[in-house]
């Protein structure tokens, strides 16, 4: 079937560096995604969304850019910091009328070396 | 604003009980979800309700697990008879009416012996 998936299960960073985490997604009628943040021992936090009519939106120190081509979704973080380690996932959703379920990826573990 | 509130954080019980997880969704969110999140399967959808009538329950590993939304302002996950494969940590989320984006609890750890 498909699903979402993450091409690094681990990524180290140096403080300060930026961070590009991939997600691949293999269903061609998603028309929405999104990026949640995990820290250890809490719930997924929203970072990120981007429509499928989009390529590429901005937020605080993040930024997602999406290639429909290819079904890749990244996300950069820059200047990371010790408090963006966390496990990062991407979700999608969907295009089915009436569906608001997003389909999760595994997660990648983002570890910031200070 | 009060996020998502779930209770309890932590539960441990021993295999064969009955185990009651119970989500409050953010104030005006229609949509709510229930996931369940382990190392090995990541997190899964179990079910979710929309205006309090479920959606989709698909995700719901089996007849052991139920799931009832009695009113816009809670909801529960029952697991009986509990076993030890269902130890996860169990995650309620809820979204506005129409809106992909779900705000997530803190979960709730639960181990069955």
């Known amino acids: 079937g498909e699903s979402v998936g993450l091409h690094l299960p681990t990524l180290s960073v140096q403080e300060g560096d930026n961070s590009i985490i991939n997600c691949a997604y293999s269903n061609s009628a998603s028309d929405y995604f999104i990026w949640y943040k995990q820290e250890s021992g809490k719930g997924p936090q929203f970072i990120i969304d981007i429509r499928s009519n989009m390529d590429k939106r901005q937020g605080q120190r993040v930024t997602v850019l999406l290639n429909k081509t290819v079904k890749h979704l990244s996300l950069q973080i820059a200047a990371t910091q010790p408090g963006d380690s966390a496990v990062y996932f991407c979700a999608e959703k969907n295009s089915g009328a009436g569906s608001y379920q997003l389909t999760f990826g595994k997660g990648t573990k983002l570890s910031v070396i200070p | 604003d009060a996020g998502v509130i779930q209770s309890p954080r932590h539960e441990v019980t021993e295999m064969g009980q009955e185990v009651t997880l119970r989500c409050k969704p953010i104030s005006g969110h229609n949509s709510l979800f229930w996931y369940r999140q382990t190392m090995m399967r990541g997190l899964e959808l179990l079910i979710y309700f929309n205006n309090n009538v479920p959606i989709d329950d698909s995700g719901m590993p089996e007849d052991r697990f139920s799931a009832k939304m009695p009113n816009a302002s809670f909801s529960t996950l029952k697991i009986q008879p509990s076993e030890p494969r269902d130890s996860a940590v169990y995650f309620c989320?809820?979204?506005?009416?129409?809106?992909?984006?779900?705000?997530f609890g803190p979960g709730t750890r639960l181990l069955v012996l």
């Open positions: 989320a809820s979204s506005f009416p129409n809106v992909e984006t779900q705000y």
